[in-house]
Every structure is written in structure tokens, then in C-alpha cells.
């Protein structure tokens, strides 16, 4: 993946540097203020300092990843994302003697957020869809790597569990069943470029924040109950919509080979959002009960951001425009 187009001063000043061999530099000045999650320049700026800990990007040297001066600049973006986060999700309060399986299935119902997928499944049109797989390539050829940074900070049961969950995600060790390579799939049964990274300049800031959010929780160990409760509530709110997304492909002419990764997704969630609530959260609490309200944190944060994302796509489509951002913009981004 090459560096993308800048989007701002605080990109263009961070891809400058990453451009040079490794150095000390004064982090670029975070503005204060306006809102974070649909902040393109500050969200890009946060998404590719993590893309070091992933992949990296073609022509920027490795030693970037670990330099002091780019990890103070991180700091400095992610206290800006934590900030908005706490502004957007309101921190739920775990009610004493409630399991953590239940009190995440009270969460995930009390959620009102637009019903993309049954908008896609009925209404939808190849375009359109074409443009949602977009947006989801930015996670979807990752998936599952942000939260396997939990397992070695894990033991017991919620270990037990959220390997078990990985396992699946990775294909249980064999390539062609690797989540990700079932989406490269759909990505190429619409004709969409599958090349990891492939799209990074056509998304907005609101998916962007969407993977900045778990490479937050999965990077950093004091948020390892958020990650879990992240994960958790993807499993458990996973099953229905795919069901739904396959619907809608199967309708618009898409093959079995491409809608496998959503039939795959209604079969394996359905099982890992048991193993999720009840084994790696409910493990987790049982180990740490102080940390309760974290894990319901973190899946909160998962249906906020599922929220605003679907809102975004829905208003644009509504108005009869692009969710995705204007091609004018990424001239000179290849």
C-alpha cells in the first residue's frame, strides 16, 4: 500500500516525514476543537500511524514504527480520537449482579441505528453495493488482526475463547477460508480492486475511525477490556445483517463465490457471539469485575461508530450522491 493523499496540514506534514529515512521531529500541532470522528485529517493521520504496526506502506522505512518522535505524534492524534469518542459514547454504567452476557444483549437492543443492511437488501442497487463492500475493504481485508492483539494479554477462559474466535476468522489455518480472502472474493466479483489498502483514499472519515477505534483498544493494554467488548458486540449484532447483505448481492446477480463471506459470517457468528458475551466477556469480568464497564465501553463504541457510518451512507444516498469521497480529491494520491 502507498502512501495516500494527504488531507489535510497535519497529513501532509506527517507523509513528508514518513517520505525521509527515520528522524526526530516536533510533532505537527493538533487543532482543539470541531468534531474528531468526521475529521479527515486528523482520522487519515491516526489510521496511518497504525498501518505501521500492520503492513506499513511501500517506500516508508519499518524503523517509523517504533521512532519516539512519530509515537509522540500518535499520542497526541489518539488523545484528540479518545476525547471524541468520549463525547459520542456515553459510558453505560454496569448494573450490579447483571451478567456481562446479558447486560451486552440489553445494550445491542436498546441500539436504534438505521437499518443499512435491510436497505441493501431490498433497495439497493449495484452501485450501491459496490460502494458499501468499499467502505468495509478498509477492515474487511484486515479482519480480525486488530483484535488478536488481545491474546497474549489475555489468560484462561477469555483466552480460550477469543482464540477459538480468531481460529475462525483466519480460516482455521487455511488460506481460502480466511475471512479476508472470502472478501477479496466479493471484491472481485464486483469487479472492485482487491488489493489491501486498494481504497484507502475513496473512504470517508467516519470509516476510517471505524478501524482507528479497534487498533485504539487493540494497541494499548489499558483498553483491553474495550477490545473485547468491541469484538463482542460486532459477533453478537453480525449474524442478521449478513444474512441481509448476502440477500441483497444474491439479488443484484452476485455469485456464490461472492457472497460466501457474508454466508460464512451467519453461520460462524451466530456460534462465536456465544463464545464472545459469555466466555471472553463474561471470563474477563469474572477475572477483573472493576473492569465491567470497560468491556460495555467498548461495545458501545462499536454500535456508535456502526451508527454514524450507517448514517452517513443512508444520507448520501438518499440526497443521490456518493458516500464515497469525491474522485477530485485523490488526484496525485498513486
Known sequence: MLLPAPRGPLTAALFERL????????????????????????????????????????????????EL????????????FEDGLARAVPRPS?????PMRRALAELIAADEGPRLSAFLARRADLEQFREFVTHRSIYHLKEADPHTWGIPRLSGVPKAAL???????????????????????????????????AHLDRVPAVTLAISNAMSLFGLHRRHLG?????????????????????????RL????????????HVQADAVHEQIAAHDMC???????????????YGAACALTLDRLFAEHVLDHWQR???????????????
Not at 454496569?94 to 447483571?98: F, H, I, L, N
Request: aromatic share 8%; net charge negative; with cysteine.
Open 19 to 66: 517520505g525521509r529515512p527515520p528522524h526526530a521531529f516536533d510533532p505537527p500541532p493538533v487543532p482543539a476543537g470541531g468534531s474528531v470522528l468526521d475529521d479527515e485529517d486528523l482520522q487519515l493521520a491516526l489510521f496511518a500511524c497504525y498501518e505501521l504496526h500492520y503492513r506499513g506502506f511501500e517506500g516508508v522505512n519499518e524503523d517509523w514504527e517504533w
Open 69 to 80: 518522535s512519530l509515537l509522540a505524534a500518535r499520542k497526541a492524534l489518539e488523545r484528540r
Open 94 to 98: 454496569p448494573a450490579p449482579g447483571v
Open 163 to 197: 482464540v477459538e474466535i480468531q481460529a475462525d476468522e483466519y480460516g482455521g489455518g487455511r488460506v481460502e477460508r480466511m475471512h479476508s480472502e472470502l472478501f477479496r472474493a466479493t471484491l472481485r466479483g464486483l469487479e472492485l480492486d482487491d488489493s489491501y489498502g
Open 226 to 250: 474495550a477490545l473485547l467488548g468491541h469484538l463482542a458486540a460486532f459477533e453478537m449484532t453480525s449474524s442478521a445483517p449478513n444474512h441481509r447483505y448476502s440477500l441483497g448481492l444474491r
Open 253 to 264: 446477480g452476485g455469485d456464490e463465490t461472492a457472497r460466501r463471506f457474508y454466508d460464512e
Open 282 to 296: 463474561g471470563g474477563f469480568v469474572a477475572q477483573h469485575p472493576a473492569r465491567a464497564g470497560d468491556v460495555l
Open 320 to 334: 443521490g450522491a456518493s458516500s464515497l469521497r469525491e474522485t477530485r480529491l485523490m488526484a496525485g494520491s498513486r
